[in-house]
């Protein structure tokens, strides 16, 4: 979900004129900075300041309102060790999460998407939580195709919603991938398909398949518990594994670059959610950015997910590597 912060808004009688003159002071310190050949003119310079308020900066949306995110059921990091007996494993599609209410389809942070008028004729009043999915390798293809203020027909005739739960069901998981095979049956349109479930007897299994899956071209895969119900938020009935670690970091400000990369974004510096009574801790992140997104970086404030190879003794991630800006605070 967006996070915005206006200069502009109404303040209280008594800090009437502090913003104004705030932000006088903040541009001209940024002047004498530049003027003094500390500070590369393009990009904000990192302080406390910048990195405390989040970047107004907004993309072309798919939307013009935010309805509230809806009650979505998240996934944890799967860990060897536990039972798979009750456990249903599918693949994990890389696209855009897509939620249909009954009425309007929605991103995970509650943003109501411009699809086609086609693309959900006849789809039921009950929800659907799903994969907006463009296919394997073209998670940027689903992303541009979604975030569409003006829906882009040819490029939905290339999208799917890989439906994978009946939010409102009421039965157990094992219970809704029957029910959830015939509702998708009675659409009857290609485009909207029911995730295939299956079986694995242990965690050498698990690991096969999961091979087999990356192999293909596929991000991972989801191990379901059979006898949970469906509930919002991050729990352990719900499980995500693949080839490496990625986890996600927020933005705090960013870092010009030297060399090859002066002029443009040299590194994010991120922010990792401190745990387990941890404090936050930040790192830079500059490795996996393309020159485009060092042109045009996530703003400040936004949510970014990394990929890493554990942590060191800092506790910071060894080998990160930027993979993309969360979805719904991009659409």
Do not use: C
Request: proline residues 7%; without cysteine.
């Amino acid at each position: 979900m967006k996070n915005e912060f206006r200069l502009d808004a109404p303040a209280a009688p008594a800090t009437t004129h502090r913003p104004r003159v705030t932000r006088f002071r903040l541009t001209a310190l940024h002047l004498l900075l530049v003027a003094a050949g500390l500070l590369t003119p393009a990009f904000p310079f990192v302080s406390a300041a910048s990195a405390a308020v989040p970047s107004a900066t907004s993309s072309t949306s798919s939307t013009s309102s935010t309805l509230g995110a809806p009650p979505l059921m998240l996934a944890k990091n799967y860990q060897p060790g536990i039972s798979l007996s009750d456990h249903w494993v599918s693949e994990k599609y890389d696209g855009v999460r897509g939620y249909w209410d009954g009425e309007k389809l929605l991103t995970r942070g509650g943003e109501r998407i411009a699809a086609p008028a086609w693309f959900t004729a006849g789809w039921p009043k009950t929800p659907l939580d799903g994969e907006l999915w463009a296919g394997r390798g073209q998670f940027a293809r689903a992303v541009s195709t979604v975030r569409q203020q003006t829906p882009d027909d040819a490029a939905w005739r290339a999208m799917r919603f890989m439906v994978f739960d009946l939010p409102a069901h009421g039965g157990s998981f094992s219970d809704r991938i029957p029910a959830l095979g015939g509702l998708v049956s009675r659409i009857d349109q290609p485009w909207v398909q029911a995730v295939a479930q299956s079986k694995v007897a242990n965690h050498p299994a698990l690991q096969a398949m999961l091979a087999r899956t990356a192999k293909s071209g596929g991000e991972g895969l989801m191990l379901h518990r059979g006898a949970s119900l469906y509930k919002s938020g991050r729990n352990d009935d719900l499980l995500k594994a693949k080839t490496h670690e990625d986890t996600e970091a927020r933005v705090v400000a960013h870092i010009p670059g030297k060399g090859k990369y002066a002029g443009v974004v040299g590194a994010l510096l991120v922010e990792m959610p401190g745990q387990d009574g941890k404090a936050a801790r930040r790192f830079k992140l500059g490795t996996g950015l393309s020159d485009e997104q060092r042109r045009n970086p996530p703003p400040v404030g936004s949510t970014v997910t990394y990929r890493f190879r554990g942590l060191n003794d800092s506790g910071i991630p060894r080998f990160a590597s930027f993979m993309r800006t969360r979805e719904e605070a991009a659409l």
